[in-house]
């Protein structure tokens, strides 16, 4: 896990906020999650709506699985969550490979299997979760060891 001790450039934020590891309530948590996971949120969001997740970037997530569905299956939890997939709770917001582009891609193959990366970011870093969808070839790299 990264560790903010070891980056120079935190010393000046210590050194602004003081020497304990919280913040004050009116920094914002996208600091706060930089401090603590070396990671801007914005780099996080474009992780989770892409097909790769760098082993570095895992521990910024508190979800990451991958599973197979058929796609009208797929289609019919999209309906129920009014376009989003909703699973243990948690509302994902559906991210198309660039194979697939949208949900009418689905529409043509409904009998097709498709990977679904559902991916959610620690609650520091103050993002919505997704769920990456593509065929399953162009997924397997983001399988966790």
């Not at 920094?27 to 990671?39: N, T």
Request: with cysteine.
């Amino acid at each position: 896990m990264w560790n903010p001790s070891n980056k120079p450039y935190l010393h000046h934020a210590s050194s602004v906020f003081g020497s304990s590891n919280t913040l004050p309530a009116e920094i914002p948590a996208s600091i706060a999650a930089y401090q603590k996971y070396g990671v801007k949120p914005s780099i996080i969001r474009q992780v989770m709506r892409h097909s790769t997740i760098i082993t570095y970037f895992r521990d910024c997530f508190s979800r990451y699985y991958l599973l197979y569905w058929e796609g009208s299956y797929l289609l019919q939890k999209i309906a129920e969550g009014n376009g989003c997939i909703n699973r243990d709770g948690i509302s994902y917001i559906p991210a198309y490979s660039q194979s697939l582009g949208s949900r009418a891609a689905i529409h043509q193959n409904q009998q097709e299997q498709y990977a679904l990366s559902f991916r959610e970011a620690k609650p520091e870093f103050q993002l919505p979760a997704y769920c990456f969808i593509s065929l399953p070839d162009s997924i397997t790299s983001t399988k966790q060891e």
